[in-house]
């Protein structure tokens, strides 16, 4: 190489925010992708299905992108992957059981052109002029990844998502000598996970859920319910195992998880003796207390299986006394009183619910601040990039790095489209490039914009008021209407004065303007908004979106 | 009185839910209404800023209605009172604090006309034929009350919401001699605080928040912002306390903060040093360690204090590096996230972020388990009803009293409008009443109903399309449009294409009707509705709400 390239680290998700994680490497003409994710809208994305990275860096630069490498299954790791591959089809990288998942996601989505590369943990994969290695981590699903790169600066190393789990469930603990040795060889910079970053202590073992699983399963009379992510095939590999104990049988229901079940025991990730999965509608034949429904809905989703059965609108499962319901699970922020009401309905009818961390139900699949130190000591990187966090929590693990000795103008905090810029001696902040939410609403996928969502905003608190008039050609001639259509804004059979006092008031208005001649569309528009804006206030104290309409004959 | 009455205890609000408790204490032909609350909106409320409950069985019963006792001044006990005078006015009976409370929401919704009563801990007001007690507890407002009425079937007790702080902030514990000698006399019926049901252990004492402010205030180099609730008076003392005690100014910012800290002042529930309370202009005439600012904004809620600060949007404080902002509070379950934005926002702005109840910033006003059960073992109730609390806690609270020794079919739940009818010798559920949510949206008070929430929702989540066109009076024949105006649904001049298939797809129906000489508009509308409606979901995988709207010329 000629000149002298720097290399650049750039994050275009996961940054500021937990969820859409994407991180961009580059040196000289090669870029390669860390992870294609998605992240769920917040409740003020009204109608927003999916929101995705805004990837327009990669698509300036498509001639660049050597790969994509992938940490592991999860949605906010993958689920963007089709989108991506859509714009820049270039080969990707990753373990068997992501192999597994990422399949069925591009099938879904109509993908079938890809160079999809299984990879095992120990590998190193030549990509453009970095050599990228895979080893194994624990997660909240197996066959997770760290990931290192060793770029002609010097050693990345992005631990992905993990937890140090020493007794996990597939009985393979994450291979801390592989961690050790490339921090003795010397690391340029680490990107590590913080989304537990502000958590003191450490993460308890996938494995200590056993117990209470063994506790909750003995206590059952009737049929279990147990809910967890569908991802999460650890958890339901303990399920199964504790159904096995008890001589249950086992029925999956949710779509999601019916398929990752069926892909994880396809690969060998999960491991179910002969003869104990039954189909949903075998589930009478059984005796209550020898049935386990594995299902999804345990964060509140109103579609998901738990919450169906707890508003008793469930195809293949009505609740019933005697019932135990697992959530193995806890609610992500935002989501506590989705899963509230989702309890308290499935208690009205008589289950009995045991959820949650406290009943021991559920563990983290992050590292907790001593995990994250332990990680930080073998490493021993030059410089630091908090990812996968809120800003709170970057900063948090920010400072976790500086007591484990991390130079304090080494730890490099930044957003989403900052570009962190490295030689072998040096590294900093520099530009940003574009990135943000892209939102995904059915089958469009940018098409709804800020507007468009202010609007639904406006709409949603509001409601609307639309006048419609008919014109007399080239001129403001009344010939129909006004008439006064509302929706979302009052219960017009309880506001019938105030809606006939609404069309005189545009009707006045539209008399002044034939009066006095007034043929410009736009200005009979304002003054009706106006003056129609200025009523409904007067009278309500709302707002709503006004949309005068004119046609003309 | 001539036959033998039942005592029926109605719940028309705060079961079930957090919010908006108001209950209903009746014989014969007297009624006592316990609180007057409202509750904030769920999230899939759109537009609504207020819940009240549906007040109509005291409506109906006006002349029946004797009087309203309330436990304490928060929202969710006296912020429906203006609603139930405006129809049902009579006197309310109080303690001092919660009188001066209640007297300025009155006057805030215009109500001149009222009779509000003061009574003193210890006294008893004979109200119909009820002798109603009041007596002194503790709670995150000073001058709360647990109420007991003897009634001619016996005695009830009723705890409002409570917590037994043994240090409190005013030096007054409740008065647990009072419950004791109410239950040594016996005690047909317990309603008892449920909030923290599910909470083991001791609520922590209101003081122990002291030390954490010393603590915070003695590392604090710069300005201190402090938020926490505005009805929160002792935590405020303590603010101000610690405030004197580092020789900081205080300023008090925030309309309900600045209200209630007056209030407060006046009636001697707040002591202020002389010299102490400074002008929010006055604070650039101080050093920036000489400053503590009380706040509004500890729930992130987006128009308060603490969130415009946040956001850099504050009229008279903007957060600069070195400031210690204080969060005095705890995330109510949905807050999370909006929360988490504000730190965020804040320590991006510099400030140093110390919040919640993991840094000892704050503690419950509710009672735990132990405290729930130290109330069922002196009370010992024949029969009990959990009050103040979703489902599960409820249900909580009745395995508690169970362990308590109350019988278990003594233990009676319900949901709001449940009639629970006693006489001297036996208890139990018998019919319902009307009961349920009244929403509030600017001045209407019921007029946005289900159907217009359940309109919003749709607009919210997938917009709008309104077809309008002019037909010949009494034909099928266009005259002009269709046209097709979206709001919420696409960014049109991303979806021209989208659009114009539209309009030719309407246009199309429009030739058909008129070919077929249908003049009937209910068959026209539904036509262009379905036909539109099914090519847009075919091509966007959305659904919004389709408007056709006709006039005639």
Redesign the interface.
Known sequence: MAKKEKLLVIPLGGL?EIGKNMTVIQYGDDIIVVDAGLAFP??DM??IDLVIPDMSYLIENKDKVRGVVITHGHEDHIGSLSYLLNEVNVPVYATKLVCGLIEGKLKENHITNYSLNEVHHGDEVQIGCIKVGFIHTNHSIPDASALYFRTPVGTIVHTGDFKMDLTPVDGMPMDLHKFADLGRRGVLLLMSDSTNAERPGYTESETTVSSAFRKAFADAKGRIILATFASNISRIQQAINTAVLFKRKVTVLGRSMVNNVQIAIELGYLEVPEGVLIEPDELNRYPADQVLILTTGSQGEPMAGLSRMASNNHRSVSIMPGDTVIISATPI??N??GV?RT??NL??LGAN?IAGRDKKMHVSGHASQEELKIMLSLIKPKYFIPVHG???ML?RHGELAVQMGVEKDHILIGDNGQIFEFSNRAGHKTGHVNAGRVFV????V????N??IR???Q??????V?V???LAKGTSHI???P?I?S?????VR??EELMREAHEKVAAVLERCEAGNIREWAVIKSQVRDTLSRYLYE????RP?I?P?I???
Request: net charge negative.
């Open positions: 500021g917040d409740d009204f109608g922020p935002g506590e009183t509230g309890i308290d208690m009205k619910v809120e800003y709170r900063r609403d059915g089958l469009g940018g098409d709804v914009g507007i468009v609007d639904r905003q709409l949603a608190m509001e409601g609307m639309i419609v008039m008919t010939l129909a209407g008439d259509v929706r979302g804004f009052v219960y309880d506001s009278k309500t104290r709302r979106m949309l309409i046609m003309e004959v």
